[in-house]
């Protein structure tokens, strides 16, 4: 078996730091770089994806809603099909440009907070997240939240993904994500963390809140970044890993 770990990292806003960047680049295997509009700055970009490219961590961009008040994490309703495409267009592009300058490539896109959580629901807006990465660079890889409809929508464009499982979020019964105004949203012992992923990439199931099995086929697992207990989580799991012979890499 192989599995890629990944972070969201690079979320840092000019003189305030946030996350555990340095430490989590010598877990995981691919970084998700935040891209101005959620958080993350052109330095700090830039910053991340050097470090990336000296630990051989690959890069990819995540966007999000402009909402840096919120951290992306507020929804917001009713944006036109062809906004939403060139803003996620814009925020690749940038992250593109900066590690062109540094001689590395983009590799793939994950969508980060709560547009990727509306479109873990919405076909139609899941159907246009992912044709913006396709109508970018159809060999871009997109992260897709397991067993959803941006699973769905990358199957049905014949778009290149990898399904995604997350360690230290609780399960709604249908596969989305709990929302994180509910109090048990967030799961922070490394433990039971490392316990869930591995018996999700053994038997396929993750278990929701209520403990029913959300049937999931996952190529990474991603740790937030800015999880106070982010780094323990990230390394119990690769020694967890590690130890039952599951080969950590990043995904083709």
């Known amino acids: 078996m192989r599995i890629d770990l990944n972070a969201d990292l690079g979320e840092s806003f000019g003189p305030w730091i946030m996350g555990h960047d340095e430490a989590l680049l010598s877990i995981v295997t691919s970084a998700n770089i935040a891209c101005g509009f959620h958080a993350?700055?052109?330095?700090?970009?830039?910053?991340?994806?050097?470090a990336c490219k000296d630990r051989q961590v690959g890069i990819g961009a995540?966007?999000?809603?402009?909402?840096?008040?919120?951290?992306?994490?507020?929804?917001?309703?009713d944006i036109p099909s062809d906004q939403l495409r060139a803003m996620i267009i814009y925020q690749i592009g940038a992250?593109?440009?900066?590690?062109?300058a540094e001689e590395i490539s983009v590799r793939h896109v994950k969508m980060h907070g709560a547009?990727?959580?509306m479109a873990s629901r919405d076909r139609h807006l899941a159907d246009n997240v992912i044709q913006a990465v396709q109508e970018l660079n159809t060999s871009l890889t997109v992260v897709v939240i397991a067993s959803?409809?941006?699973e769905e929508a990358a199957r049905s464009q014949g778009a290149k993904y990898v399904s995604e499982i997350f360690a230290d979020r609780a399960y709604n019964d249908d596969?989305?994500?709990?929302?994180?105004?509910e109090p048990d949203a967030l799961i922070v012992d490394p433990k039971t963390?490392?316990?869930?992923?591995?018996r999700a990439i053994e038997t396929g199931h993750l278990r929701s809140r209520?403990?029913?099995?959300?049937?999931?086929?996952?190529?990474?697992?991603?740790?937030?970044?800015?999880t106070p207990e982010a780094v323990s989580i990230a390394s119990e799991i690769r020694n967890r890993l590690d130890r039952a012979g599951v080969t950590i890499a990043t995904f083709d």
């Open 148 to 150: 959803t409809q941006l």
């Open 210 to 226: 209520h403990g029913v099995p959300v049937r999931v086929s996952a190529q990474t697992v991603c740790v937030h970044g800015d």
């Open 40 to 50: 993350g700055d052109p330095h700090h970009m830039r910053t991340t994806v050097q």
């Open 115 to 117: 547009l990727a959580n």
């Open 193 to 198: 963390c490392a316990d869930n992923i591995l």
């Open 62 to 77: 995540h966007p999000g809603f402009a909402d840096l008040t919120g951290f992306g994490r507020r929804e917001i309703l």
């Open 175 to 181: 596969g989305t994500l709990v929302s994180r105004r």
């Open 95 to 100: 992250l593109q440009a900066i590690a062109q």
